[in-house]
């Protein structure tokens, strides 16, 4: 059973830094995508950014030039350094990943992002 284990939320004044990390319980490398999304109160969870086992990235529009997915294959650790916060990136965030083998989608626990005008 794969484990996704986030942490790195908190609370941060706007135009603060936050950087998320997902732990996997196994290598990356068996997931074709890894990435983040995130769930503010009332609204739909929304994809925030991914990176491919290739390590190709995309990002969802309103984050460009603020947040970075990157991982470290060695510690099977994906992160998300966020940049440049604004009140709206308040959420909880969630840690997804995509393995090659099927089509299950495993989910960490989330982690709470609080920014604060």
């Known amino acids: 059973q794969v484990q996704l284990v986030e942490s790195g939320g908190g609370l941060v004044q706007a135009g603060g830094s936050l950087r998320l990390s997902c732990a996997a319980s196994?290598?990356?490398?068996?997931?074709?995508?890894m990435g983040w999304y995130r769930q503010a109160p009332g609204k739909q969870r929304e994809l925030v950014a991914t990176?491919?086992?290739?390590?190709?990235?995309m990002y969802k529009d309103s984050v460009k030039g603020r947040f970075t997915i990157s991982r470290d294959v060695a510690k099977n650790t994906v992160y998300l350094q966020m940049n440049s916060l604004k009140p709206e990136d308040t959420g909880v965030y969630y840690c997804?990943?995509?393995?090659?083998?099927?089509?299950?989608?495993?989910w960490g626990q989330g982690t709470q992002v609080t920014v604060s005008s």
């Open positions: 997804a990943a995509d393995p090659w083998l099927n089509n299950v989608r495993y």
């Open positions: 990176i491919t086992g290739g390590g190709s990235t």
């Open positions: 196994g290598s990356i490398f068996s997931f074709k995508t």
